[in-house]
């Protein structure tokens, strides 16, 4: 089967990039409902620590979202369960629906020098306040030996 070209122009073009992006005639639902479809049809939103004008996650969802209000986040995730934080390819926050994809993943050992990997043992530590940082990494092969 040959692969059949496309021509569109250039308008066409880029009505198509800012619709998939959604920044443009998207029609997303008004407030939280509204945040949630965007995270899901753009796939993840980057969580970011930087905050200039705001963090750019809530930057990302004021310019999709009519009616966008920061707890709306915190409520997806902590209340209602339909989005949950992981490493996308950086820290995101993801749609629940997607949750199965990352599972693979998430149950894989980590590298020894990953932040998923830091991360564990800051858990385990917290856990286990009387047991050393050392006990730690060995138990979970961060140790070169």
């Known amino acids: 089967?040959?692969?059949?070209?496309?021509?569109?122009?250039?308008?066409?073009?880029?009505?198509?990039?800012?619709?998939?992006?959604?920044?443009?005639?998207?029609?997303?639902?008004?407030?939280k409902t509204g945040a949630l479809r965007a995270i899901e049809k753009l796939g993840y939103v980057q969580i970011d620590t930087i905050n200039v004008i705001e963090r750019s996650h809530h930057i990302v969802l004021f310019t999709r979202c009519p009616e966008y209000k920061k707890d709306y986040l915190h409520d997806l995730q902590a209340k209602d369960?339909?989005?949950?934080?992981?490493?996308?390819?950086?820290?995101?926050?993801?749609?629940?629906?997607?949750?199965?994809?990352?599972?693979?993943?998430?149950?894989?050992?980590?590298?020894?020098?990953s932040c998923i990997a830091l991360n564990v043992i800051c858990l385990k530590i917290k856990e286990n306040m009387d047991i050393s940082v050392y006990r730690f990494c060995n138990e979970i092969n961060l140790l070169d030996e």
């Open 81 to 113: 369960k339909k989005i949950f934080e992981y490493w996308a390819h950086a820290a995101s926050f993801v749609p629940m629906k997607d949750y199965r994809f990352y599972l693979p993943t998430m149950k894989r050992k980590p590298k020894k020098d």
């Open 1 to 31: 089967m040959a692969n059949k070209k496309i021509k569109i122009s250039t308008e066409q073009a880029r009505n198509l990039f800012l619709n998939r992006q959604l920044l443009f005639n998207s029609k997303l639902p008004k407030g």
